[in-house]
C-alpha cells in the first residue's frame, strides 16, 4: 500500500494555486497506541484553507511547508489501536489532504471537528457539507449570531455556497424573508429553484444597491456575511434598525496585509441600532452533536437541500482551492479519492 | 417677561457654528390646556446635536431652519395647566435653548427624555449630565451592549467627557480594569486622579498603537467607543477574542456625507469572534427610573464622580457646540441662564 500526499510546497500570498502544492507518495503510516488508521475517501475543499496556508493571524497556527495539506476528510477505519474504535467504522476529521491518516482517537472524539458518522442512511460526503463544519456553520452563525426572527429580511452572500445554501434554507425555516446574494445566471437559478430563496441578485449584473433596495424595500434585518468588501459594502448602508450581521467569512478580499480600506460603519451601526458580529463554530463544540441531529432530520425530510461538486482523484486537490475562488463551483467542493 | 431664544439661523454642514444661530426676543409663550410652563435654569450642550441640525439621516428629523434650537434644559415649572404638575416642580426634558417653554405634559412623562427631577438633594445640573443623557447612556451601552465582565480590560475613547468619564467608572465598579483614551495631559490626568482609571493614553502624544499595546497587554475586551476614525482603527487591532464593542459616538469624523473610509474591520472581528453595536438609550426608556436611582446612589457615596463646565448665560449658547469640537471642555458642558 502507499500512501499518496498532498504537501504544501510554498507558502501563498493570498490564494494558494496548484503550484503551491505538490503530490508525493509515502508508506502507510504505523499506528501507536491509541491511534487509528483512517482510509480517507473523501476530501473536503472550503474557502478557509487559504487562511490555514497563509502565515497572517488565524484561528490555528499556518500548515507548515513540507506538510501534508491540512483538510478535512471523510473515510473508514482500516486498524485500530483504540479500544473505541474497530475496523469499518465511518469517520470524519482533520485528516489531511492524503490516502491514509494514522490520528489520535482524541482527534475525534468530543469537542473536535471529528465524529463517528452515525447517520448511516445518508451519503458519508454530507459530513464534510451539510452535515459538518458547512451546516454547523449556517446553523450556529445564523441562529446563534444573528438570531432571525419571523418576519425578518435575511440576505445572505455567496447564497448558492455550501453555507450561504444552508443559512438561507434555515432561515426559511426559521420564518424568515431570504434573499440571496450569488455571481451569474447558473447561481442565482439555483438560489431559487434549489434553495427556496424568496428572490436572489445577480452581483455581477450591476446596480447591487438598486436592486438590494428593490428585494428589501423594509431594509436589511439579518446579513450573513461571506465576502466582505463591495458586496457587504452595499448591504450595510440598507440595514434596517436593530439588524444583525454575521460575519462568517471574506472571500471577496483576497488579501489583509495590509489591511484595504473600504467605508467605515460606525455611523449606519450607530444610527441603526446595529451589531456586527464575527464568529467560529468551534465555540460551540458541545452542541454539535444535538445540531447535527437537527440538521440531518432537516435533510431527510427535505427542507435542507444541498448541491456537491465531487472531483475524482487527489491529483484535482492542488488546483481546487484557487478554482473555489475563481467561483467555478457549484455546491461543496469535495475530491473523491476511493470508494 | 421676555423669552430670549436661540435660534437655527442656517444649516450648518460638519460642526454647528456660532454664525449658524441667532439670539431673537419673543413674548412668553401662553399656555395651553395640559401644558406647562417651564423656566430653565440650566441649558445642555451634547455632542449629539451636531447631528440634530444636520441634514443627514439620524434618529430624528433635523431642526428646521428658524427655529428653536433643540436641547435638554432643566428647570423649575412656573405655571400648570396640568393636574399632575405644579409651580416649584423641578424637571428636565427638552425644552430647548431658550428661557421659557411651554410644554405638553407628555413630553415629560414616562418613556421621555424628559423627567420630574426628585434627587432634590443634588444639584439640579446633574440631571443633564450624570443623572440624566450622558449617565443613561454609559450606563446602558456599557452594561447592556458591551457586557463587561470582572477583569475585563475596559477601553474608553474620549475617557475625561461626560459620557466616557462615567463609562470608565461604572465599568470599574462592574471589576474591570479601565484604560482611558484623552486628548491633552489635563484629560490624561483627570482620568487617573478623578475618574480613577487604571491608566491613561493621550492620543496627541503618538505612537497610540504601541501606548494601547503596553496598557492592554492581553488585549481589549470592551471597547466604549464615541469617537470612530484613527484612534477607533488603533483599538480594534488589539481586540482581544470574544471582545465587544459598544459604538456610542463618531466625534472624531466631522462629516459623513460621503461616507469616509478607513481600515476594513471585518477580519479582526472574524478572527476575534468580536461584536459591534451601535445603540441609543431610547430603547430603554422603561428602564431609566431604575438606572437613574443606581447611578444617583453612586453619586451620594462618591462612588460616580463627574466634572461640569458652566457657561454663563445665553449668549455663550451659539458657539458652545462648537467648542466640544475643540476640545475645550473640562466637564459636561452646561449654560446656566437663570438661578
Redesign the interface.
Known sequence: MRNRQVLLKSRPVGIPQAEHFEIVETPVPALRAGQVLVRNLYLSVEPAMRGWVNAA???SDPVPVGAVMRSLAAGRIEASEHPDWKPGDLVCGMFGWQDYAAVDAASIGPATFGRRVTETDLPLSLSLGVLGLNGLTAYFGLLEVAGPKPGDTVVVSTAAGSVGSAVGQIAKLSGCRTVGIAGGPDKVRQCIETFGYDAAIDYKAGDLAQRLRDACPAGVDVYF?NT?GPI?DAVM?QLAIGARVA????AA?AN?DP??????????????????????IF?WTSRFPHALARLADWVRSGRLRYLEEVLEGIEQAPDAIAGLYRGENLGKRLIRIAS
Open positions: 493571524a488565524n484561528y456575511d466582505s457587504s448602508v460575519i462568517c467569512g471574506t478580499v489583509w489591511i484595504p480600506a473600504g467605508p467605515r460603519i460606525e455611523r449606519h451601526l450607530l444610527v441603526k441600532r446595529a451589531r456586527i458580529q464575527g464568529f467560529v465555540d
